[in-house]
């Protein structure tokens, strides 16, 4: 008994330690590079951090600490380690199908329509709006903003090349959101790659913008951020609310990943359920 109480102290002591070089770390970075994460999700940055740690053989979190206070490059790895960037073309179809069907008719008449993508990844869900907008015929007076605090995701995401190994995938999804043409029509492959027309690129601005530090920078008739929030602790995810209200037009529409609400946000009573079986929701 005595030896199983002094492991079960040691074990509490060892995760205090973890936590506080945690905390260490997560300031380190925030002095150094701006970016804030201490108020993400800690398992999710846990998962992250030690995985870096097995890559780069390294025994303790003080440890990485060291390594980014003293290598610019691997802060900027640790960085690019913590940047979110699992997407793929419409995903979740019945949020786009949604869309075509609620949303559009709420747009049609706007003299202008600017959309912002907060927390674009790679791309594909802007893309896949870009298509939505051309075949509902409001492409050539539609804006696309799509942001990520992740510099070199977005210089991906501006390429436009897509994996052709994954457009079966993304053809059942298109098909399944309601798409009306041959998904085939979007893109030219040489056999390895798929590269999307040019003409759905050129309405989208591909910026670097942190939620978690910057300001608003536009008012926008539709904001969406899918399976971004999931990350963020209740406290920051109430302070991106509060930038996304700032930046929503009026009646403009909000839309969030199926694993997240409006429900529990500060500002959740400034808004009605437009569509909330898919997470669309309209300013009040």
């Known amino acids: 008994m005595k030896d199983f109480l002094w492991n079960n102290d040691d074990n509490q002591e060892n995760s205090i330690t973890e936590t506080l070089e945690m905390d260490l770390l997560l300031e380190g970075l925030y002095r150094i590079s701006g970016f804030d994460f201490r108020q993400y999700m800690r398992s999710s940055i846990h ?73 674009c990844a790679t791309g594909e869900e802007v893309y896949s709006m870009a ?94 951020c899918r399976n971004v929030l999931i990350y963020f602790t209740a406290a920051l995810q109430n302070q991106v609310h509060e930038l996304f209200y700032d930046s929503l037009s009026p009646n403009g529409f909000l839309g969030l990943g199926d694993k997240e609400s409006i429900q529990f946000a500060d500002c959740a009573q400034k808004y009605a359920d437009f569509a909330e079986q898919v997470k669309i929701y309209q300013k009040k």
Request: proline fraction near 4%; glycine fraction near 4%.
């Open 47 to 119: 998962r992250r951090v030690h995985n870096r740690m097995q890559l780069e053989q390294i025994r303790t979190i003080t440890g990485v600490l060291e390594k980014v206070l003293h290598e610019p490059a691997f802060m900027t790895t640790l960085l690019n380690d913590f940047s979110i960037n699992v997407t793929e073309m419409f995903r979740n179809p019945e949020f786009f199908r949604s869309f075509r069907k609620k949303v559009i008719p709420e747009l049609r008449d706007l003299p202008e329509i600017r959309i912002w993508h907060a927390g």
């Open 131 to 224: 298509i939505l907008m051309e075949e509902e015929g409001l492409s050539h007076k539609t804006k696309f903003y799509a942001t990520d605090m992740n510099e070199p995701v977005l210089n991906k995401a501006r390429s436009g090349i897509l994996p052709l190994s994954k457009m079966r995938t993304y053809t059942k999804n298109y098909m399944a959101a309601g798409g009306t043409q041959a998904f085939s029509e979007y893109y030219t492959t040489d056999g390895h790659f798929a590269y999307l027309k040019p003409s759905l690129l050129k309405r989208i601005s591909f910026l670097q913008h942190n939620l978690v530090t910057d300001h608003s920078f536009n008012e926008f008739h539709v904001i969406l």
